[in-house]
């Protein structure tokens, strides 16, 4: 059972606009993960870790905790868990040319990939990412949340197109508390954060765009944030990334 905390406030009054200087740095951590599986706790621990640390330093760091499917059969359906995650560590699988899935993966930039709770790899990843710097800056903006909350349109500039890109948007949610009852992690209280909980992935062919998201009727927009970066397809490679804190003001 899942206890987000409760709903506060109404992520349409709240500031929607973040961007990145041109020419900063940025590094996306993308983890793959199961509630199914019990080496991901410590990864999800440093997930955690990373996305804490970087707000308090106010580095351009984007933490994303991706629950797979593919553990569901084995003792203990994630509630995170979506096959659209699968599928994207799938396409990471096909272009790192190992056609390998396993939990946890972590992916900085979408160029480095390794298991998700190796401390040190992490941190040299970050480092390096966050040392190049970015070729396309973002900014995004929530210009509609409709549907009473169910329904987020978010807004998308990027100041540089990149060609052949895509602009990835997720909707990530901090402080989740999840009692396992069955499989490896049975008995265990897990707490994730930056938990991906809508997803959506359009072609960057215009300065600026719009991207909707379904919106999880047990959201709190206190603990969410809206993350946007620019992927290149040729090599997956993250070239931009911004965010938008839904609790912020």
């Known amino acids: 059972m899942t206890n987000p905390a409760p709903h506060g406030s109404d992520p349409a009054r709240q500031p929607d606009r973040q961007s990145l200087t041109p020419g900063d740095g940025v590094a996306v951590v993308e983890l793959f993960s199961s509630q199914g599986c019990n080496s991901c ?13 970087s707000r308090t ?7 994303l905790g991706f629950h797979v499917d593919y553990w569901d059969d084995l003792g203990w359906p994630d509630q995170f868990a979506d096959a659209a995650h699968t599928a994207r560590q799938e396409a990471y699988a096909r272009g790192f040319g190992s056609g390998r899935l396993y939990t946890p993966q972590m992916i900085v930039n979408g160029t480095v990939e390794f298991v998700g709770s ?21 900014t995004l903006s929530v210009a509609e949340v409709a549907d009473g909350g169910r329904r987020m349109v978010v807004g998308y500039r990027s100041e540089r197109l990149s060609q052949h890109a895509v602009v990835n948007v997720a909707l990530v949610q901090r402080g989740l ?11 265990r209280t897990l707490r994730q954060d930056n ?20 919106t999880p009727p047990d959201l709190d927009p206190d603990r969410s944030k809206v993350i946007g970066y620019v992927q290149r397809e040729s090599d997956r490679a993250v070239v931009g990334a911004t965010a938008v804190d839904l609790s912020a003001g």
């Open 41 to 53: 706790p410590p990864a999800e621990e440093l997930l955690t870790e990373i996305d804490h640390d």
């Open 195 to 214: 938990v991906v909980r809508a997803f959506a992935s359009v072609p960057l062919d215009a300065e600026q765009g719009q991207v909707e998201l379904t």
């Open 57 to 63: 330093r106010g580095e351009p760091v984007f933490a």
């Open 118 to 138: 190796d401390r040190g790899r992490a941190a040299r990843a970050v480092a390096s990412a966050l040392m190049s710097p970015a070729a396309a800056p973002l």
């Open 177 to 187: 508390l999840s009692q396992i009852a069955r499989g490896e992690n049975a008995g």
